[in-house]
């Protein structure tokens, strides 16, 4: 396994246009975490699914933002309408309920809104 | 609610130094706790992983503890390297079985 995939690495988007990125996860977990993290502070929690059901959202997540995982395995995270404020690295993470081994997060798409 | 904080926010040391960050939480009824380390611009890595039943972990320099009773992990670096220059981020569980939630990071740079 190659750890947790996520695609684009960078975007740079103008205000105003739709974005997605996508998340592979490692093959034997069953949970999947999306967290946004902006520069000098700590990733901050957005959402996560177990396997195909979204379990939790955060307040941070406005209408602009949805995430789906509709087979249980990779998921995607759109940000329709972007604007400035959204400009971040989103990072993904997964881990299993059974194992126990904690998470493990891909490398991040940093996103750039001009 | 649980917060997370870590002491200090960016330390500077020479090669060589043993060094020790500091990561605090409010609520002690965490299940396990994990550190982190973040290059500029990458993602995260893991370097440990402390089970509430556990003390300590080690991994090769690396050395983390954990006191529940207190709310206070330790992550210790031994004989430290310029290759260790990063941000190191501890976290740990929201509540039971869902998210983490992490502190803002300590900025570590190791002079040569």
């Known amino acids: 396994d190659t750890g947790v995939s996520q695609d684009p690495r960078h975007k740079i988007t103008k205000r105003g246009q739709n974005v997605t990125f996508r998340c592979d996860p490692i093959?034997?977990?069953?949970?999947l975490y999306w967290y946004r993290q902006t520069l000098g502070q700590g990733p901050e929690f957005l959402t996560y699914?177990?396997?195909?059901?979204?379990?939790?959202k955060s307040r941070l997540l406005s209408d602009r933002f949805s995430a789906e995982r509709p087979k249980g395995s990779f998921s995607t995270l759109e940000i329709q309408r972007t604007e400035q404020g959204d400009s971040a690295m989103y990072l993904c993470?997964?881990?299993?309920?059974?194992?126990?081994?904690?998470?493990?997060f891909g490398s991040g798409t940093r996103l750039t809104v001009v | 609610k649980q917060e997370v904080t870590q002491i200090p926010a960016a330390l500077s040391v020479p090669e060589g130094e043993n060094l020790v960050l500091n990561c605090s939480f409010t609520?002690?009824?965490?299940?396990?706790l994990q550190w982190f380390r973040q290059d500029p611009g990458k993602g995260l890595t893991s370097l440990l992983l402390?089970?509430?039943?556990?003390r300590e972990q080690t991994s090769g320099r690396l050395n983390a503890s954990l006191d529940k009773s207190s709310g206070r992990s330790t992550l210790y670096i031994a004989a430290s390297q310029p290759g260790d220059s990063a941000t190191y981020l501890c976290?740990?569980?929201?509540?039971?079985?869902?998210?983490?939630?992490f502190g803002s990071g300590t900025r570590l740079s190791i002079r040569p």
């Open positions: 993470a997964s881990s299993s309920v059974t194992r126990g081994d904690g998470y493990t």
């Open positions: 093959s034997e977990h069953n949970r």
């Open positions: 699914f177990q396997n195909e059901a979204q379990l939790e």
């Open positions: 609520d002690s009824a965490i299940y396990n």
């Open positions: 402390i089970q509430s039943s556990q």
């Open positions: 976290a740990v569980p929201y509540s039971s079985a869902s998210k983490i939630i």
